[in-house]
């Protein structure tokens, strides 16, 4: 403990967060726990505060899940990502400053080592069913928050019990695993949690059996296609790239091999995922499930966060109805099939082109049709609040009932779908068969049922030309025109919810995120007179949007950042390969470093790219491949 004492002088107050993370005593100030946590009730209780983990709907212009794609190619702010070009995103000093956090995990290490000895002992009141319910609670939380963990930083290490003020424990018990056996860690909570949880939950908004099933096949497919795709390079174990290899120098795949590995996940995940799609039709109301008040009852609705206006009432629709300084990209837009079926490319006539909105949204995917707002004029003459930086602004969480209250929007909004599980289903029997045998016939079908688009599935892929998709998921190494059908399905389902990036990430797209324009609409062919039209004539300002350029064809199109040239991304995307994982705080390599200056012997090693130097960006030219 002397040592650990005289690292945290030498380094003053590098440590503070990262001790009072790992170190804390007391879990949760839930007073003496020799009266709490003996009931069932104190078990929802305890269970109740890790809800709170789950996206919401914000007030004011505060966002929520209709603005979590700004991270990725589907959907942006006014202002340029970091994560998509080099230079800003650096290592951060301290734990507070990043995703680098443990407190869920050892709150639910509390609660479960807690609860696993007073059910032995026969402590708690409350029925089996009940009791079991709550733990499984806590054990799909503990997957929940790893989950988070994994797809920022790959390697964690896995912690199961509350760790002792001891630094010697500390050192060991905090040294990173292999993602892989992190993954597996995760689908043995959830396995658990299955096996523990109601089929029907206690009570309105509460996990349940379904849940935990779909929370594991998310797992199982994103963990399967980072390690497939990732392959060989220094992100996935098992190869002397690797950045744990010095670490866990005896490593092998648990499965006996990396293509092994790879098939346990895609089992798992058609697995679970098919037990969830079986029993749960989709909602032939798509848009319902987004701009109502109750959506717990509709099958297809695993879990929801509802709202209260005098409570916890939200200002999506009021944001949404001003654009709500989002939009979607052209990219996003393009991707979207028409509803015969055919890409827009190959559909003739039938695609009335892309220079009005109207035009645009004409016999397309339902989906589209009901999530982007048909204006005549888009709010483009601003950079402000209340306008859309690309033209084509989000409707699918709009209740124009609700347009006029910042703080007293009650439209719930889905955590889990049943969709999530057809479509994992989909990718992740063709990426384990190669062929779309089991169910996938008639889950896909279902899909495009519901988008009021053709069901024949092989129609689209015949058409599909990959060189005319600009999807950055159409360019993957080994794609064909099969496997992008099912990626652009899932795209189009979850428009603008947030599932866009850790999808980006998985498949290693984001290698062709080069010299990348975020575009929007197509301003400068037909709309800009209507702007010019107006009354009063709204003025399109060069520093507010890009500018048409007679040599540039494609500059009709609003280039978001295309307006100051000191933004760094004037010229496009450029994503460094370093950005896949998160940088680990500096404070947190030194916490488990024998010395201040043995920093690369730390149990918590830096991750490809990253520099042991707080406030220093990646090493661009770190070899990742």
Same mark, same amino acid.
């Given at each position: ?406 703080t007293g929007g009650t439209t719930a909004n889905p955590i889990f779908r049943a969709a999530e599980a057809y479509c994992i289903y989909l990718e992740a029997y063709y990426e384990r068969h190669k062929d779309l045998g ?98 009063? @004539? *709204?003025? !399109?300002? #060069? ?5 048409? $350029?007679?040599? /540039?064809? %494609?500059?009709?199109? =609003? ?23 998160? @940088? *680990?705080? !500096?404070? #947190? ?5 024998? $010395?201040?200056? /043995?920093? %690369?012997?730390?149990? =918590? ?21």
């Amino acid at each position: 403990m002397k040592k650990y004492i005289t690292l945290f002088l030498v380094m003053g107050g590098f440590l503070l967060s990262s001790c009072e993370d790992f170190l804390q005593r007391e879990p949760l100030d839930f007073g003496n726990e020799n009266i709490f946590l003996k009931s069932t009730k104190d078990m929802a209780y305890f269970a109740n505060t890790f809800y709170s983990l789950f996206p919401s709907n914000k007030s004011y212009m505060n966002g929520g899940p209709y603005r979590d794609d700004e991270n990725s190619d589907n959907q942006t702010s006014f202002w340029s990502n970091s994560n998509f070009y080099p230079g800003v995103k650096e290592v951060p000093k301290l734990g507070d400053n990043s995703a680098w956090k443990f407190t869920t995990i050892r709150q639910c290490n509390y609660f479960i080592n807690l609860i696993r000895e007073r059910i032995e002992n026969k402590e708690i009141t409350g029925t089996e069913k009940e009791i079991n319910h709550y733990l499984g609670e806590v054990y799909f939380f503990r997957a929940y928050d790893y989950y988070r963990l994994l797809t920022n930083y790959g390697d964690v290490p896995i912690i199961d019990k509350v760790l002792p003020d001891d630094i010697s424990i500390l050192k060991v018990s905090t040294r990173r695993a292999p993602r892989n056996e992190v993954a597996r860690f995760m689908i043995r909570d959830l396995e658990i949690a299955d096996s523990l949880m109601m089929e029907t939950a206690p009570s309105t908004g509460r996990l349940s059996r379904d849940c935990a099933r779909l929370m594991l096949a998310r797992v199982a497919l994103f963990e399967a296609t980072w390690e497939k795709y990732h392959a060989g390079t220094c992100f996935v174990p098992g190869n002397a790239k690797w950045v744990g290899a010095k670490m866990h120098p005896d490593f092998t795949f648990k499965a006996g091999s990396a293509e092994a590995e790879i098939n346990f996940f895609l089992d798992k995940a058609i697995e679970y995922s098919d037990m969830v799609a079986k029993v749960r039709p989709l909602c032939k109301d798509y848009k319902k499930m987004f701009t109502s008040d109750v959506i717990d009852t509709i099958p297809e609705v695993l879990l929801a966060k509802s709202y209260v206006a005098t409570v916890n009432g939200h200002g999506v629709s009021r944001a949404l109805s001003l654009a709500g300084k989002t939009g979607y990209t052209r990219s996003l837009v393009e991707s979207f099939l028409m509803n015969n079926g055919l890409p827009i490319y190959a559909a003739g006539d039938y695609y009335q082109s892309d220079i009005t909105i109207e035009r645009v949204l004409a016999h397309r995917d339902n989906r589209l049709v009901e999530s982007l707002n048909n204006v005549f004029l888009p709010r483009i003459g601003s950079r402000d609040n209340e306008y859309t930086p690309t033209g084509y602004q989000v409707s699918k969480w709009l209740n124009p009932d609700q347009a006029g209250s910042e703080t007293g929007g009650t439209t719930a909004n889905p955590i889990f779908r049943a969709a999530e599980a057809y479509c994992i289903y989909l990718e992740a029997y063709y990426e384990r068969h190669k062929d779309l045998g089991g169910n996938c016939d008639s889950y896909w079908r279902a899909l495009r049922d519901r988008a009021k688009t053709n069901s024949d599935y092989m129609l689209t892929i015949s058409r599909t030309d990959l060189s005319q998709e600009r999807d950055l998921a159409a360019k993957t190494k080994g794609i064909d025109a099969t496997l992008y059908n099912i990626r652009r399905e899932r795209r189009c389902e979850f428009i603008a919810e947030g599932m866009r990036l850790n999808d980006l990430k998985r498949w290693r797209a984001l290698d062709n995120m080069v010299n990348y324009d975020m575009m929007g609409m197509n301003l400068w062919d037909v709309m800009f007179r209507r702007y010019a039209n107006a009354e009063p @004539p *709204i003025t !399109l300002k #060069e520093d507010v949007i890009s500018q048409y $350029d007679p040599g /540039d064809p %494609e500059s009709k199109y =609003i280039r978001v950042f295309r307006v100051n040239e000191s933004d760094k991304a004037y010229n496009g995307y450029n994503f460094p390969k370093p950005h896949y994982l998160e @940088p *680990i705080p !500096l404070s #947190e390599i030194l916490l488990t470093a024998g $010395d201040a200056t /043995d920093l %690369e012997n730390s149990n =918590i090693y830096q991750n490809p790219g990253w520099p042991i130097e707080t406030g220093s960006v990646a090493d661009y030219t770190y070899d990742c491949d």
